[in-house]
Every structure is written in structure tokens, then in C-alpha cells.
């Protein structure tokens, strides 16, 4: 789209700039690094983009205190346990081109902010919107996305893509790992766990992978391209 604007007698046609909203979700900071990437990759590309927080009322603690905490906190989101958060502000229910809502896995299903904030704000965030799920896990997150699609399309939204990273290593040390360091150990600095686990989260190639993304999705909104033909499943995305 173009505007036109006045300055000094002469008229001055510029490109208007897609507007994008990160919605967003991180309990141990995975998601935002991801995030951070594919925003500088928008914004390479001009695109206007603003990022928001949902923060919950009682805020988790990374890691939990315990072996027998984080057992309990696996329990009670595989019965995707709500979380309530705070107001959401005015800017999140603006007009955006593009609305991408980022956030883990928990025991199958989005997080217990997002379920919160799509029972309450979920319409009204939504409705008539296109909205694209950026979605870190341990690995299984097709339940999530089939969820989260569903639900988004009954606020009415349009889900026409999806992005999902996954913690690049191997089973069963994949599992083992995470579980252990949301338990605040520390297994990559066992001598036996950090042969086949050096790494909590996602790896530099993978939020290189993620700017890439950016590039290529900025280029679809400012060409209009729809964000349906574009190619999110990589060696490194969507395992």
C-alpha cells in the first residue's frame, strides 16, 4: 500500500510498512531466543514490528526448586493447567498485518499463560486476524499445534503456516536433559549426560535458522506473498 504526504509544497509518496505483533510466552528464555532472531530478520526487511509479554499474576521460577516441583508442574499442564496474567496492553489490540504468537510446549499443549490469554482476550486479539504460531519445544509438539490451531480459528482467526523448533538433540537424552535442567540440575556438565546432552535449548544454528525466517517472511508481507507457500519445515525447524 501507498501514501502520500505534504512536506514543503511537494508530495511525497512512501510505502507504507507491514505491521507485525510478537505475542509472546517464555518460561526458561528458549522462546525469546528464537524470537529475537526472526524479529531482526523482519526488521532487515522494514518491518515494523512490537513485542509483548503476557506475564503472569504469579510468575514461575527458572528451574523449580525440585525434582518433586517440576514432577508436579508436568502433571498439572498435562491437564492444560490455565495460568491467569495481567491486562494486555492497548497496543496488542491494534491493527497488524500479521499477528505471530510465540511460546513452549508444555506436556502436549501451549503454556499455561496462552491457554489464559486465549480463554479471555482470545476474540478479541484474534478475530479477522492472521495469526502464525512460533512454537519451542522438546519435540512433541503436534499435539500443541493442533490445539492451538484449533482454538485460534474459533476466536476466528486465519493460522495459514506454523513455526516450530525443536531442543536439537536425540532420544531418550533429549527428555533427560530437559528434565533435569528444569529440575536445576545441571547434566551437560556430567561427565556421562554431557556426551550425548552439552546444551540446554536451541543452538546457534537454529536462531540463525530463525533470522532466516525473518528475512523470508518480511519479504512475503511486503510483497503480499502468501505466508502459506512459505517453507518453515528445514533440517533444522520442524523435525
Known sequence: MVAAAEESGNTITQEKKPKVLFLFYSFSGQTVGVMNRLTA????QGVEVKT??????TPLRFPFESIYT?????VITFFRYRMPIKELPDVCFEDFDLIILAGPTWSYSPSGPILSMLDRDGEALFKNKMVLPLISCRGYWRMHWYGLRNKLRKCG????????FSHPHKEPWRTVGVFLRLAGRHPERSNFMGKHYDQYGHSKKQRDEAWRFGLILGEA??????ISELN????LALP
Not at 232 to 235: A, D, L, Q, V, Y
Request: no cysteine.
Open 41 to 44: 530478520g523482519l526488521k532487515s
Open 52 to 57: 509483548e509479554k503476557l506475564w503472569p499474576i
Open 70 to 74: 517440576t514432577v508436579k508442574m508436568m
Open 157 to 164: 482467526a486465519s493460522v495459514p503456516n506454523l513455526i516450530v
Open 221 to 226: 508481507l511486503n510483497r503480499n506473498t502468501p
Open 232 to 235: 518453515f519445515k528445514t533440517p
